[in-house]
């Protein structure tokens, strides 16, 4: 581990932990994919709900990350260039620091692929005033 005052086997914690929960968001994705093209109304709102849990969850795994590094500058440096560099790039100087990298690359292709199901199923719902527009289907 570096010397800052960085916890860096916590960050790799804690984005394994973030990256479980968006799993869990791709499960009930699938699921509200399902319940909407059987026009069940009543698990699409069950499954809306448990969907907007799990990115809560995820969310406070992201806050609980960015405050690791406190008030300590090199520790607040290293946290931005572990969480906001292209994981693509990065080699680790730990085999934490490699497997948070992973990590992310793991995270970044399943919001990807989230967000492609998310744009679809958006279109399909609202047509012409679907956030995404009506160009692309």
Avoid: H
């Avoid at 699938?30 to 809306?48: F, H, P, Q, Y």
């Avoid at 497997?99 to 958006?122: C, F, G, S, W």
Wanted: proline residues 1%; negative net charge; contains cysteine.
């Amino acid at each position: 581990m570096a010397q800052t005052g960085l916890d860096v086997a916590k960050v790799m914690i804690l984005l394994q932990r973030r990256y479980n929960f968006i799993c869990e968001i791709r499960k009930f994705t699938k699921e509200l994919e399902d319940a909407l093209s059987r026009n069940d109304e009543v698990s699409t709102g069950m499954i809306l709900q448990m969907r907007a849990d799990e990115m809560g969850k995820a969310d406070d795994c992201t806050d609980e990350i960015w405050n690791l590094a406190g008030t300590d500058r090199e520790a607040q440096n290293k946290l931005r260039l572990l969480m906001v560099s292209n994981p693509e790039e990065m080699k680790g100087e730990s085999l934490e620091e490699e497997k948070i990298y992973e990590i992310r690359r793991k995270t970044r292709e399943m919001i990807e692929e989230l967000r492609a199901v998310d744009q679809r199923l958006n279109r399909k719902l609202t047509g012409e005033r679907s956030y995404y527009g009506a160009e692309t289907r």
